[in-house]
């Protein structure tokens, strides 16, 4: 029976006396405390190495595993526009910097959709009557800068009689079909009185009857620091959103800015707002009144170039290709980026979609 255990080594000893000679060894016997200690200690430490070393894994695994679900969640949530009548992308260009994505695009003018491919990526489809509403993926905003020709002053005045007129009526095909949130529509500022005021009418109505709440008003380049006198009507219709102060929608003294032609475009510019830019009447005489290209800069006659083109409608940083005649065509037809800028914050602001 063990009476006496060594301290050191935890040897035990049944007599007292054999204990008492063990203690007194000339070599003392090792320290086993110690070397089990150690041992206790070096397998705690080899314990917690390898739980640290599973524990970051673990967690990079989850952040992984994190990132990836956010990323998926910023994608599905990600707002989402199809751009009708596209031309060279005044929609696309503002609205890819606020973070929406196009998931569709058309137009039936070749040069337009080589330059919005060159640009933006997408491949542009043809004729929108030949495009299936229900095969695009679900989206949040229809944007449709539709034909101006049929209620502008340019053009005969025909309006829904003429072909191009008829637009609005494939514009709707859209609308009823996708039910998008927000549909955006932009035309000439003459639409509003068109036919005694019919024409809009018409489209209020149709907007209405499926359920959209719709707000309108005519705004002007160079009251937003892009010197032309350029106007364009804009219309938003919003249904199945959560929707603040959708009357002050166009209240946008927030973007108010005064420019020059001579602060704008860098020379002695003798006018200092700039013609609209239209799709004919280049080269008229400077005094004529077909005349929008030509101006007087340092008592010398100055036609506009299509940099001053590009920088007009607010495109800057814009890959433009084809021949110059299609340029200044996708000029005249264009929205300038301006007004599609400040739409596109104003939705931000007003309703609930947001990038």
Not at 16 to 30: A, L
């Amino acid at each position: 029976m063990v009476k006496y255990s060594c301290e050191r080594c935890g040897k035990g000893f049944s007599q007292k006396s054999h204990y008492d000679s063990h203690n007194k060894r000339k070599t003392p016997c090792e320290n086993n405390a110690d070397k089990i200690k150690i041992l206790i200690d070096k397998a705690v430490e080899e314990k917690f190495k390898k739980l640290n070393e599973k524990l970051i894994v673990e967690n990079e695994e989850a952040n992984v595993n994190t990132n990836a679900m956010q990323q998926q969640k910023k994608q599905t949530n990600q707002v989402k526009y199809i751009d009708l009548f596209c031309g060279m992308g005044s929609f696309h260009y503002s609205f890819q910097k606020l973070g929406f994505k196009c998931v569709m695009a058309s137009d039936i003018y070749k040069p337009a959709k080589e330059n919005y491919k060159k640009n933006y990526g997408v491949d542009v489809l043809g004729d929108i009557c030949d495009i299936e509403p229900s095969s695009i993926e679900p989206y949040d905003i229809l944007c449709a800068g539709f034909p101006c020709q049929p209620f502008s002053q340019a053009g005969h005045h025909k309006g829904f009689e003429d072909s191009r007129g008829t637009m609005f009526s494939q514009v709707m095909r859209f609308v009823k079909t996708n039910v998008p949130k927000i549909v955006i529509l932009e035309n000439v500022q003459a639409l509003l009185n068109h036919d005694k005021g019919k024409s809009f009418a018409k489209i209020k109505t149709e907007l209405e009857n499926e359920g959209y709440n719709m707000v309108y008003k005519v705004i002007k380049c160079s009251d937003y620091g892009i010197p032309q006198m350029r106007k364009r009507l804009f219309i938003v219709g919003v249904k199945n959103i959560e929707v603040t102060n959708l009357e002050k929608f166009f209240d946008l003294d927030d973007y108010k800015k005064t420019n020059t032609l001579t602060q704008y475009l860098g020379r002695n510019f003798e006018k200092d707002i700039a013609y609209t830019l239209r799709c004919g009447g280049k080269h008229s005489p400077i005094d004529d009144r077909h005349n929008w290209d030509g101006y007087w800069v340092d008592n010398k006659e100055y036609r506009l170039t299509i940099e001053d083109g590009l920088k007009l409608q607010g495109f800057n940083d814009y890959n433009f290709v084809g021949k110059q005649n299609e340029k200044w065509k996708m000029l005249g037809n264009t929205i300038p980026t301006i007004f599609t800028e400040i739409i596109g914050k104003q939705i931000i602001k007003h309703t609930s979609l947001s990038a």
